[in-house]
């Protein structure tokens, strides 16, 4: 008797072992419905770096790595582990359309909520097609962006990557960016990329920009960044530190308080080997009799600026054999007047 009570006991325990083994392996149940026409995507894929399937997996019908989930499909899923966030990254696209018909302007929305989805680490995407003469403003409420090079990393992890097109096939890396900056909006030809990445445990649940139609802006993008006191700012050339398009002119607006001044610093710049035009920069400064007054990259920079003002950089028509870089890293320091009598 004593035997069989044992053995029991050693089954029970068996029984027990096993559920407990597939509590801790199983995880919550996720459902993602996307409506018919919405034009988006949702992509769950393996992080970096990859993990083998045996470490954690996707169950959705079976064993699925990548899960791929399209506008008018509902799927039920799990993970197989308790900690998918260090296996999987979450991507959602949606593709905006304004060349067949209207383009919904206004505020951004998450889509899906953020609510409904996996925490994973996430990458909303809108990709945005538009005509040739069609201008397009994003618009980014506070906090503003700061511009960081291309690689490195924001804070709390909330990066804006932003793109344009040059044509059907091109992109231009316009920058990327973290919060608590100046820059208030970007304007773009043609059409717009904007990737948002969010880390798995940050809870925010909004995109913090808006849509805008303008008319044709006749130039790869103007940046508008605002000053509300004394502070600098670190802005980067299209594609940096990759050339800059070639013929393309790109154009930064500055709003600067009436009783403070700004000075430019040109910080890192290359120049590439032209063959028709010139590349140079262009400011349009209140008060210049010149304007816009024409400046090489070289040169020493306009300081102690009185209001608002405009810097254009613009690319010439490159030698085929030998086309060079055009880049330029550039620093705007806005402060009280140091010498109203010096420029």
Known sequence: MAGLNCGVMVALLGVLLLGAARLARGGETYEIALPHGSNITVLIKPGVPTLPANVCHIISKGWVTPLSIKAGETVVFSFSCQDPQNHFVIEIQKNIDCMSGPCPFGEVHLQPSTSVLPTLNRTFIWDVKANKNIGLELQFSLPR??????????????????????????????????????????????????????????????????????SSIKRLCIIESVFEDEGSAT????????????????????????????????????????????????????????????????????????????????????????PGILRLQFQVLVQHPQNESSK
């Open 145 to 214: 962006l700061r511009q960081i090079r291309w690689g490195e990393s924001c804070p709390d992890g909330v990066t804006h990557s932003i793109s344009s097109r040059v044509d059907t096939t091109t992109m231009v890396r316009i920058g990327t960016f973290c919060s608590n900056g100046t820059v208030s909006r970007i304007k773009m030809q043609e059409g717009v990329k904007m990737a948002l990445d969010l880390p798995w445990f940050h809870n925010r649940n909004v995109s913090g920009f808006s849509i805008t139609n303008r």
């Open 235 to 322: 802005l980067m050339s299209a594609n940096y530190p990759d050339g800059f398009p070639e013929d393309e002119l790109m154009t930064w607006q500055f709003i600067i308080p009436a009783h403070l001044r700004a000075i430019v610093s040109f910080l890192q710049f290359s120049v590439s080997n032209c063959v028709k035009k010139e590349e140079r920069v262009e400011y349009c400064i209140p008060g210049s009799t010149t304007n816009p007054e024409v400046f090489k990259l070289k040169d020493e920079q306009p300081g102690n600026i009185a209001g608002n003002f405009n810097l254009s950089l613009q690319g010439c028509d490159q030698d085929a054999q030998n």
